[in-house]
């Protein structure tokens, strides 16, 4: 069973650094952890306007469907990204990552 270390921020960087592309080995399986349904909520981005905008929504375990938290929108899939994995990060560990990335 896959114990999450908030303290691995070292991972945090090499996704903020790469967010797609190879991984390491670590990164890979928080990776794979972050995006499995579980009983945290999986947040997950949205497009809203195709190829242009995107925003955060959240899934309850087991639903088929999301709804859009918040009302912050992302002009890049990218952008969306980082903030879907701090949010994963958060949820997972209680902690933030401001001022790590």
Known sequence: MYI??????DLALEFY???YGR?????Q????FMREPSKYPHF???ETVPGEEWAIGKMQ?????????GTERFSTVE?????VFKLRWHALGGNTLEGIC
């Open 4 to 9: 999450f270390d908030p303290t691995r921020t």
């Open 17 to 19: 650094r790469n967010l």
């Open 61 to 69: 375990h087991m639903a088929r469907a999301c709804h859009i938290i």
């Open 79 to 83: 952008q969306a990204e980082w903030h």
């Open 23 to 27: 991984h390491s080995a670590d990164l």
């Open 29 to 32: 399986y928080l990776l794979n």
């Open 44 to 46: 997950v981005f949205i």
